[in-house]
């Protein structure tokens, strides 16, 4: 395939500070169209990517309009469903933004309408490319602590209650935090409990924690988005024989075990300079890999499937104070 011809939903803040320089550091697709509703915002992207690009007020407009070998979707949640809709009826290779509606209903349609999308599909789950996840898979599967007992990703941030949304904080985050902490253990969770906060009515808190029931791991995400203090992710695995300690956007990971009891530390960065987050330069490179073999699947469609489901069970624990299964895709 010659240069990839991508169409960009959304010109915000996201796509300015991630998608525009992967791309550009990528080097293998060009930006020929955008769609956003403000006349500033077009305006903004014909005098950021050059006044050769197409620009349309609307996701639909531009979809029917403009010549694209991909699209991505980068909008407020409260959009999410409506343009994704439109994009995947599109049939064009779609990179976007979880989750994928903003209440419940919305990501039962959205999930209906994933499962039966023809194109590739694959959801900017930056977390899940990091090198260090990858890195740590292997150590576990080496047995580098033994057998794995106990899981728990810890996120910390100042970014405070989202608004008019219907979704836990659990929900909301799953497709980043909870598909990461599979993948670093090789399972996925059974069934979950949250433990859910009482700032605010409705599902959607500040501060939750969800305990996850992978078999024979017990799993926690401790989640408080209304934080004084700077981001923080910490991931923690401890097993019958040592322990390993995570911090995911930097890299680090460090490991003891009964035998060799002091901090062993190694680093596995990802690319550099990190494009809005650490792992998207490798989340958009796997898409564009896959638009340019002509691939049906990255594997991620299932992924934000099983997140959702697992966010679906986790806004059910909410409600009812108690385990919820997950169900299957």
């Known amino acids: 395939m010659s240069e990839i011809r991508i169409g960009l939903i959304g010109f915000g803040a996201w796509t300015r500070s991630a998608y525009i320089p992967a791309l550009r550091l990528d080097g293998r697709a060009a930006v020929t169209a955008v ?72 990501v039962e349609r959205m999930l209906d309408s994933l499962r039966t999308a023809p194109q590739l599909v694959h959801p900017d789950l930056e977390l899940s490319y990091l090198p260090v996840v990858a890195r740590l898979r292997e150590a576990l599967d080496a047995g580098a602590i033994g057998q794995p007992r106990t899981a728990t990703v810890r996120l910390q941030a100042g970014w405070g209650h989202p608004p008019r949304h219907e979704l836990s904080v659990v929900h909301t985050l799953a497709g980043w935090y909870l598909d990461m902490l599979d993948r670093v253990l090789g399972r996925t969770a059974r069934r979950v409990l949250v433990l859910n906060g009482q700032d605010t009515p409705g599902l959607m808190q500040s501060r939750a924690i969800a305990h996850l029931d992978y078999g024979d791991v017990m799993g926690t995400f401790q989640v408080n988005i209304g934080a004084v203090g700077p981001l923080r992710i910490d991931v923690e695995v401890n097993g019958t024989d040592g322990d390993i300690v995570c911090d995911p956007l930097a890299g680090n990971w460090r490991l003891r075990t009964r035998e060799l009891p002091h901090w062993s530390l190694a680093r596995q960065p990802a690319l550099e300079p990190p494009a809005g987050w650490p792992g998207v330069h490798e989340c958009l490179r796997a898409f564009l890999d896959a638009v340019e073999q002509g691939a049906a699947s990255t594997g991620m469609r299932d992924a934000i499937i099983r997140q959702h489901q697992v966010g679906l069970a986790a806004d059910r624990s909410c409600e009812s104070g108690t385990w919820e299964n997950v169900r299957e895709i």
Not at 43 to 55: H, K, N, Q, S, T
């Open 35 to 106: 769609a956003a509703p403000s006349a500033a915002t077009r305006d903004r992207a014909l005098a950021e990517l050059g006044p050769g690009i197409a620009v349309f007020p609307s996701a639909p407009e531009l979809l029917a309009a403009a010549d694209l070998d991909a699209v991505t979707v980068a909008v407020p949640d409260r959009a999410h469903e409506p343009v994704l809709t439109d994009a995947l009826a599109s049939g064009l290779p779609l990179l976007f933004e979880p989750p994928v509606a903003s209440d419940r209903p919305g």
